[in-house]
């Protein structure tokens, strides 16, 4: 019941066409060519060069990124920070409340 079932093919299914009938040429040598002189291969890349310049605007813009990933790190590190304290500072309101109330009885 759950065994797949592969189709059997006896004979091909395609169209069967007869070989076409090659005739053989006759060859004629040519002159002899002297092979050409080689060619130095053209570089894949294009090479980067580096002027001060763009230099200049590489280091610039590391020195960015870097000022703007620090930025939002040291953000995000004082944002928890603050959020611990002010956590901090409830619970310890929330106790006294608790405990001062159980005072009164």
């Known amino acids: 019941m759950l065994r797949p079932k592969i189709p059997t093919n006896p004979t091909p ?3 069967l066409t007869s070989p076409a009938v090659v005739e053989p040429t006759a060859v ?3 002159a002899q060519v002297p ?3 080689p060619v130095a291969p053209a570089p ?3 090479t ?3 002027t001060p310049g ?3 605007a590489l280091v610039g813009g590391g020195t960015a990124v870097v000022l703007v990933v620090g930025a939002v790190l040291v953000s995000m590190l004082l944002a ?3 959020t611990g304290a002010s956590v901090a500072v409830c619970a310890l309101v929330i106790r006294s409340l608790v405990h001062a109330d159980a005072k009164r009885r």
């Open 13 to 15: 299914a395609g169209h």
């Open 28 to 30: 004629v040598p040519s």
């Open 35 to 37: 092979p050409p002189a």
């Open 44 to 46: 894949s890349r294009p």
């Open 48 to 50: 980067v060069q580096l």
């Open 54 to 56: 763009t230099a200049l």
């Open 80 to 82: 928890v920070a603050i």
